[in-house]
T-cell receptor, first 108, second 113 residues
């Protein structure tokens, strides 16, 4: 089993749709979790941290489920500009593991 | 602008060439990293420097040689690369504490012919 797994997609959704991605991890001792966004041929950029209590930033909501060992990212009212690859990151004692990313395309 | 700058943005080199990638961070961070990103694969950590000391070498072939002269600058020296080394090479920095988030440079897209 991979240490961090993501559905590669692609997810193709219309503008205004709600879309959710999951990211599962194998190390139950993992301590910190992040979502990054990467546009084509560009560097990953931090989208949001994932807290145990869940957190929301505008149209984006991130949640952590320790019991089932996954994190999720929910995007509401998706925009064309949300088209990108979303990478999850799982960290344990500075050992940082990236998922391979989920590709999202938002269409008009 | 993330505060981490990488040069060059693109590099094409032959298998016998020697070249260097440069990274500079303007964030006052103490840790710097080299990652390799190949198509459809997760980012692969290559090297980590904390306070200029190399703290991780992730079984990287010796044809990749990092150099960190100070906590703001990081180099990756390349020699006798193979075509399978073609990838996006990303530099990143962090504050250097435990489980800190990374800030990435824009990357160098490397093609080895």
């Amino acid at each position: 089993r991979k240490e961090v797994e993501q559905d590669p997609g692609p997810f193709n959704v219309p503008e205004g749709a709600t879309v959710a991605f999951n990211c599962t991890y194998s190390n139950s001792a993992s301590q910190s979790f992040f979502w990054y966004r990467q546009d084509c041929r560009k560097e990953p950029k931090l989208l949001m941290s994932v807290y145990s209590s869940g957190n929301e930033d505008g149209r984006f909501t991130a949640q952590l489920n320790r019991a089932s060992q996954y994190i999720s990212l929910l995007i509401r009212d998706s925009k064309l500009s949300d088209s990108a690859t979303y990478l999850c990151v799982v960290i344990n004692n500075n050992d940082m593991r990236f998922g391979a990313g989920t590709r999202l395309t938002v269409k008009p | 602008e993330t505060g981490v700058t990488q040069t060059p943005r693109h590099l094409v080199m032959g298998m016998t060439n020697k070249k260097s990638l440069k990274c500079e961070q303007h964030l006052g961070h103490n840790a710097m990293y080299w990652y390799k990103q190949s198509a459809k694969k997760p980012l692969e950590l290559m090297f980590v420097y904390n306070f200029k000391e190399q703290t991780e070498n992730n079984s990287v072939p010796s044809r990749f040689s990092p150099e960190c002269p100070n906590s703001s600058h990081l180099f990756l020296h390349l020699h006798t690369l193979q075509p399978e080394d073609s990838a996006l090479y990303l530099c990143a920095s962090s504050r250097g504490g435990t489980n800190e988030k990374l800030f990435f440079g824009s990357g160098t897209q490397l093609s080895v012919l």
